[in-house]
Structures are given as C-alpha cells and as structure tokens.
C-alpha cells in the first residue's frame, strides 16, 4: 500500500468543480489540510445542512459559485486562478433525477465535462486533470465479476448513459488535442457506491436511513437485494490525489482507472441497512413495492490496475466504514465539531 505524500501538496494550486458536494467538500479539506491553495466552483450546496456549510470551508478557500454548464464562465474561473491540478467532481448524480431530467443530466454531465477540458487548453502551469466519472459508465452485463478498465462503455440509465458518454469524450479529447508537449495529462476515474458522513443528498441510502430515523418513519428501500461495491468516501478520494500526483510528473499514468472495495465488501442494500440498523441501534426501513425505473441489480469493479500501478488498495471494509459513519452522524447529532470529527477521521485514515 502507498501512502499519500503529503508534502507533494503543500502550496499547489487545486482547482476543484463540484467543490460544495459530499465528495468535494471532503476533498478539499483533505487538500486544505495538506497546505494546499484551493479553489472551487461549483453551483450552491443542494441540501440543508450541508457539509460545506458544516466545515466552514468557505473560509478558507476561494469558493465560486458557478454552473459548469456556462462555458464562459467556468473558463474565466480557471483562467485566473491558473491551478496546477484539477478535479472535476461536479455532476448531476443521481439515476432517479436523470429519469426526471434526462436533458440537463447530459448538459450537465456530458458539455460540463467538455466545457472543463476545453477551458484548460491554455492554462501554461496546469499538469494534472483528473475527471470523476462512475462505476456505473461500464455497459452492465450484470455478471458476478467485476469491471475492468479496458471494458465496453455504456448505460442503460441516463445518468449511467451520461457517464458512459464522459468516458468517451474525455478519450477523445486527450487523443486529439493533449498528445502535444506542454499539454496536462488526463485520467478518468470510476469509484464505487461511496458512502460517508456529511452526506445529506436525496434519494441516497445512507442520508435517507438518516432522515427516516430523525423524523421516526419507516424508510422506503427500492431494491434491497442489489449488490453494490460500497466503499468509505476518503477510499476513493485517496486514490485520486495518488492519481493526480502521478500524473502531474508523467503521462504514463492516463487513462481510465477503477477505485473500489474489495470483492467481500460488495453487499446487497438490505446487508448494508440492516447493518446500519444494528450499529444505530434501531430498525427504520422497509422495501418499496413501488419503483418502475430500472436499475442495475449487480455492479461490481475489478481494481488490479489501481492495486498493481499505483499501489493503491482499500483501507477499511464495510463493517469499519458503517461503524465510522454511524459515529460522525451520531456525534453531528450531539452537536460534535464536525470539521474535527472529519480531520480525525482523515488522520486515522492515512495513517492505518
């Protein structure tokens, strides 16, 4: 397993979309923590409260609120703070939301992602682009083995489609405009279904087991039986920041890489709530009989390219993980500081 090198991010410029998010909002403390000068840009956090909020990250970092979608915009936006690295995180995330608006999932998704790549063509400091995608951009044979880089794109979903579509753009964007000397070095990754606390989105498993339990109702649980490759979300976002600094020094390392659990940690939804229930100490849910959309039943990823090139490999299972979130929203409950919580949570994290 290869640590993170700290030192690496100390006084970098890190420009972040999506930076108000679950994942961003982690992400830039994470960089904050590490010394980093970080930038994000991003619509208005979706839900209230929000860990953006919570962790005061406003403070600390220029935070522009923006839509990737204006072109003009998010390139003004990169071109005066000139970063070094970039993360794309900001997406239209939800497979439910892309059924109820599919065109903006695919402006948002597919010309977000084309607005960020074309916007960074001139940016003379910038050696690193790394562009979050999902697990879900594989065409899905619903087999027990997992995914690897070099499969089939596709998405039977929009939001899937969506993402599907990214993983092309982005391959032809690189082979078309970045093979230049000078140009950034680019890589997509694709995380499993991440899970952590701060997460208040809607139509989300953890979140909504939270609400349900607050509010002292039965949560409806769409397909409990569906498999899932859950994984903590510092997993992932570990894996990224090794990525970006591999990247920032060679273009050996772009391409499409796969950040998920090992194969024991993929669980059906019901293991993961009834798991939940037992560490939160009550049982709030029940399967709903009413959900048309499809959804995939099976997804599972294959990350021996992470494991074997970059040295990357889970930390913590999905008892530990379940355990950990429970706790951080427990401790938000009793009114805990939750940016110590979370730097708590990133310490013990690298150095497990």
Not at 212 to 222: A, D, F, G, I, Q
Request: net charge neutral; with cysteine.
């Amino acid at each position: 397993m290869v640590d993170l090198n700290k030192d690496f991010w100390k006084n970098k410029k890190v420009f972040i979309t999506g930076h108000t998010g679950f994942k961003g909002s982690w992400l830039s403390l994470w960089l904050l923590n590490m010394k980093a000068t970080v930038k994000g840009f991003s619509l208005s956090p979706i839900s209230t409260p929000n860990l953006f909020g919570k962790l005061g990250l406003e403070d600390e970092m220029e935070s522009e609120i923006g839509d990737i979608r204006n072109y003009n915009s998010l390139k003004s936006s990169i071109e005066n703070f000139s970063p070094d690295i970039i993360f794309h995180l900001a997406a239209q995330p939800l497979v439910k939301e892309s059924y109820l608006n599919p065109i903006e999932t695919y402006e948002t998704n597919v010309m977000g992602t084309m607005n960020l790549i074309q916007s960074t063509k001139n940016i003379k400091n910038l050696r690193s682009i790394v562009i979050i995608t999902s697990d879900k951009c594989y065409e899905n044979k619903e087999r027990k083995s997992g995914y690897s880089e070099n499969e089939p794109m596709g998405g039977y979903d929009p939001y899937s489609s969506s993402k599907g579509c990214c993983e092309l753009l982005v391959s032809s964007m690189r082979r078309s405009f970045f093979k230049q000397k000078n140009m950034p070095n680019i890589s997509t990754v694709r995380a499993g279904n991440v899970i952590g606390g701060g997460d208040w989105a809607a139509d989300r498993l953890i979140p909504d087991f939270i609400r349900s339990y607050e509010k002292n109702n039965s949560m409806p649980c769409r397909r409990p039986y569906s498999v899932r490759p859950w994984q903590h979300v510092l997993e992932p976002l570990c894996g990224y920041l090794i990525l970006a600094e591999k990247l920032y020094f060679s273009s050996d390392f772009e391409g499409g890489w796969n950040f998920g659990p090992n194969i024991e940690d993929c669980k059906t939804v019901e293991w993961v709530l009834d798991r939940m229930s037992d560490y939160w100490g009550a049982n709030n849910w029940h399967k709903d009989e009413n959900s048309p959309e499809h959804e995939a039943n099976l997804l599972t990823l294959d990350c021996t390219k992470a494991n074997n090139i970059l040295g990357w490999k889970p930390k913590w299972n999905i008892d530990k993980s379940l355990s950990l979130i429970v706790d951080w929203y427990k401790k938000d409950l009793s009114g805990s500081n939750m940016r110590n919580e979370c730097l708590k949570r990133i310490e013990e994290y690298m150095y497990a």
